[in-house]
Every structure is written in structure tokens, then in C-alpha cells.
Antibody, heavy 122, light 107 residues
Framework: EVQLLESGGGLVLPGGSLRLSCAAS????????MNWVRQAPGKGLEWVSG????????YYVDSVKGRFTVSRDNAINTLYLQMNSLRAEDTAIYYC????????????????WGQGTLVTVS | DIQMTQSPSTLSASVGDRVTITCRAS??????LAWYQQKPGKAPNLLIY???TLDSGVPSRFSGSGSVTEFTLTITSLQPDDFATYFC?????????FGQGTKVEIK
């Protein structure tokens, strides 16, 4: 069974940093692009970042470029999101989400999601 | 960025009703569109991809249709488990973008 389990969320001051983790199991992690999608309280979904299966290609939405860094460790099946210079508008539940392909810019829908981790910037 | 607009924002319906949700894109999508269901406090769950292909295990009362810039999600005979919020998502041009959501609530 495919499982994704996020951790690392919490309360942080504006300008602070957090690192989110997503532990994956049930599939060959390195074969699939992974993503971070966020949802502000009571709001819709926003794709934040994607990373290819090998980790050598990444993408960021404009609002987080230069502040967030996505990475992965395929040896331990874990996805990361390093978030620096956090702002109030970054407050959201952050989900990790799996694609069905290796390259993030290929078929870009998400077939499996974690349960999310809440980041509050205040 | 491609803007995705769903209508209606909220829909009140009864068990057994046929429900249709519309998603309009600001640019043509070449059918690269997905639909998700999200229940309160839970992660989104993939229902449909490629505009009309049901994901594995999704009940056949769900269907997707449409092309170019206008797409629909239809639920025939709404079930108690279907009361949730539904999102469309385009993956034709990055950044991938979502509609604002349609909440299906009990009438």
C-alpha cells in the first residue's frame, strides 16, 4: 500500500524557518516525481513545488522561489521542503503528493497524497 | 498561469440526485485535467484524470467529460459518502493550477 507521511509542521515566527519531511513507503520512491501542495485554512489548493525522481530537476511557484527548497533522499525514501523567510501567507496545510511519472513536468496529476502537516506563521 | 474557475461554489443536493460541477480554464488544456474529492480534515483523493478516465477504485457513478476549456464532473445518484468538496486541476502547462473548489452539501 502506498503511504506518505508528512512531519515537521508547527508554529513559527515571521522570517523563521521550518523543514518539512515526507516519508514514503509502498512504492519504488526514486521512480516517481514528488510534490508539495498547500492549502490555506478554508481555502483551495496551491501547487508549491515539484521534484523529479532523481532529484535533479525542480520547480517552484513564483511566490516561494528563493525561499523554499525541495529535495529528496532516495536512499531513505524521504521528500523534504526547506522553508526559509516564512511569511503569514505561507500559513497552510502542506501535503506531499506523488505523481505517476518520473519527471515533474510530465503528466502532472497526483495519484496519492499524505495526510498533511500544518504550518502556522504568526 | 492558467486560471481554473469552478461553478457553482456550493451545491445543495439530496441523496439520489444527479449532480454536475463545471470547471472552466483560461486556456485550452488538451484534456490534461484531473478531478479530486476532499472530505473535511482529509487529503484530496484522485477521482478522474485525462478529463474522463476514472482512477482505480472510483465508483462508476462518477464521470468526467468536456474538452478544450470546459469540463464537467457528474455524479449520478449522489450517495451519502459523496458529500465533500471537489477540485479540478489542470496539468497542461505549469504551474499546475486548481479550481477554487465546489462544496456539495446536504439539502
Amino acid at each position: 500500500e502506498v503511504q506518505l507521511l508528512e512531519s515537521g509542521g508547527g508554529l513559527v515566527l515571521p522570517g523563521g524557518s521550518l523543514r518539512l519531511s515526507c516519508a514514503a513507503s509502498g512504492f519504488t520512491f526514486s521512480n516517481y516525481a514528488m510534490n508539495w501542495v498547500r492549502q490555506a485554512p478554508g481555502k483551495g489548493l496551491e501547487w508549491v513545488s515539484g521534484i523529479s525522481g532523481s532529484g535533479d530537476s525542480t520547480y517552484y511557484v513564483d511566490s516561494v522561489k528563493g525561499r523554499f527548497t525541495v529535495s529528496r533522499d532516495n536512499a531513505i525514501n524521504t521528500l523534504y521542503l526547506q522553508m526559509n523567510s516564512l511569511r503569514a501567507e505561507d500559513t497552510a496545510i502542506y501535503y506531499c503528493a506523488k505523481q505517476i511519472v518520473t519527471l515533474w513536468y510530465d503528466v502532472g496529476y497526483f495519484d496519492c497524497w499524505g495526510q498533511g502537516t500544518l504550518v502556522t506563521v504568526s | 498561469d492558467i486560471q481554473m474557475t469552478q461553478s457553482p461554489s456550493t451545491l445543495s443536493a439530496s441523496v439520489g440526485d444527479r449532480v454536475t460541477i463545471t470547471c472552466r480554464a483560461s486556456q485550452r488544456l488538451n484534456n490534461w485535467l484531473a478531478w479530486y474529492q476532499q472530505k473535511p480534515g482529509k487529503a484530496p483523493n484522485l477521482l478522474i484524470y485525462r478529463a474522463s478516465t476514472l482512477d482505480s477504485g472510483v465508483p462508476s457513478r462518477f464521470s468526467g467529460s468536456g474538452s478544450v476549456t470546459e469540463f464537467t464532473l457528474t455524479i449520478t445518484s449522489l450517495q451519502p459518502d459523496d458529500f465533500a468538496t471537489y477540485f479540478c486541476q489542470q496539468y497542461n502547462i505549469y504551474p499546475w493550477t486548481f479550481g477554487q473548489g465546489t462544496k456539495v452539501e446536504i439539502k
